[in-house]
């Protein structure tokens, strides 16, 4: 009898919300260790553990950890734009310099020395892999191997600069400062598209080809940039994008980072954590890399972020149709084992905050803690980590809290 009168004080206590103050908050975390915080970084890469990113001036960092920790590469006083990989080999792009030591290079023992190509002249910004070929985009011209970097050829996307590449199919796309161009016959001749925005990025997700450009958003064509339309996120300019599955990364300058799960059609801002530059209300994000379960955002000047990628993803947005009051739905499946959902209602913009509970009333993760515009939303919250039993869900808002339970048994 006494133990059930203690487990009803607890529940009671959670429905009352009295005994939380609890601070833990889903958001970015600067994981400079053995880096420092004040780098540029330009671009990620993955060859199996590591991961790598390129920078300003400093070369080369290697993480073999996830991010937790940095090491500085042989690689350690060039500036690094782009990244690509072959196999187990990596190789990087360089900015040119008067000595002669930008262009292509490669390492095949994971970073830890790097040989320059014979491309070696040539500020390399981009690359894509076609077939047997590997293709490097510079400002002034377009170069492609047929024996991974041993041997190039010159070529030229109409004396663009090459600022992003992609590959559909058999098909090569270029952004450039003046739109996307297409080649059918590996780069040796192009088309511009109808899409003539400044590009800075390309990203694919099946036969979607997206292109992030400055001032303008996100643009994407399903029909190899036949013709292109804008995406909900229409007024920013966007660095870097970033593809896992069927979810879409967009790193902007100087609004922080922004996320897609449905093609484009909406976009939910995730900038919690960001350090804030003077003058700006968000970070600058000049790179984004998804691995391990994490998404890596790089920064102009605040080096490398790191954030749980179920953390971003975890709300989506089921419906626009603003409900008539505030709402929290049973969760389903229930009981669950691992994976439920959870649905709730937002009448009003405002910032809302999801969170689980144990039946002692410990806080055990932070779905949401963000501002939400009003809309249905779903949660998909995967306990795989825990233990069978009773938890509970509460959601807040500015001018609601509800609280329901939920059963967990594997």
Do not use: C
Not at 5 to 20: D, E, G, M, T
Not at 28 to 54: C, D, H, P, R
Not at 264 to 271: C, D, E, L, R
Not at 311 to 322: C, F, K, L
């Amino acid at each position: 009898m006494k133990k059930k009168f203690i487990i009803s004080v607890v529940i009671a206590l959670i429905l009352n919300s009295s005994i939380f103050i609890n601070n833990s908050i889903s958001q970015w975390i600067q994981t400079v260790n053995g880096m420092g915080s004040g780098k540029i970084i330009n671009a990620f890469e993955t060859l199996g553990t590591n991961i790598y990113a390129g920078t300003n001036e400093t070369g080369i960092y290697i993480s073999a950890n996830n991010g937790t920790t940095w090491s500085q590469s042989s690689m350690n006083n060039k500036t690094v734009y782009s990244f690509t990989t072959i196999g187990t080999d990596i190789y990087a792009g360089l900015l040119n310099n008067p000595n002669g030591s930008g262009g292509v290079w490669i390492s095949v023992n994971n970073g830890a020395n790097w040989t320059q190509t014979s491309l070696n002249s040539r500020h390399i910004i981009s690359f894509a892999l076609l077939g047997t070929y590997l293709f490097a985009g510079s400002d002034v011209d377009f170069w492609r191997s047929s024996n991974n970097g041993v041997n190039w050829t010159q070529l030229s996307v109409n004396s663009q600069s090459v600022r992003a590449l992609a590959v559909i199919g058999n098909n090569l796309f270029a952004g450039t400062y003046i739109g996307v161009y297409i080649s059918t016959n590996n780069g040796t001749s192009w088309t511009i598209t109808p899409n003539n925005r400044s590009i800075n990025s390309l990203a694919v997700i099946g036969t979607n080809l997206f292109a992030g450009t400055s001032q303008y958003g996100v643009y994407i064509s399903a029909d190899n940039g036949t013709t292109w339309s804008q995406t909900a996120l229409n007024n920013k300019s966007v660095n870097k994008l970033a593809v896992s599955g069927n979810d879409i990364f967009a790193g902007t300058y100087p609004y922080g980072v922004y996320y897609s799960s449905n093609n484009g059609a909406s976009w939910f801002q995730k900038n919690q954590g960001f350090s804030v530059p003077p003058f700006y209300n968000y970070t600058m994000i000049s790179a984004l890399k998804v691995n391990n379960g994490y998404i890596f955002s790089g920064t102009d000047g605040f080096s490398v972020y790191r954030r749980l990628y179920s953390e971003i993803i975890g709300v989506q947005n089921i419906s626009t149709e603003i409900p008539s009051k505030y709402s929290l739905s049973q969760n389903f499946p229930n009981p669950f084992n691992p994976v439920t959902n959870l649905e709730f209602g937002i009448s009003d913009l405002g910032f809302t905050s999801l969170k689980v509970y144990d039946l002692l009333g410990k806080e055990v993760v932070t779905l949401v803690n963000e501002k939400l515009n009003p809309g249905t939303y779903k949660v998909e919250f995967d306990a795989g980590s825990l233990t069978s039993g009773v938890y509970f869900y509460r959601l807040t808002t500015e001018g609601f809290s509800d609280t329901k339970r939920m059963v967990l048994i594997k």
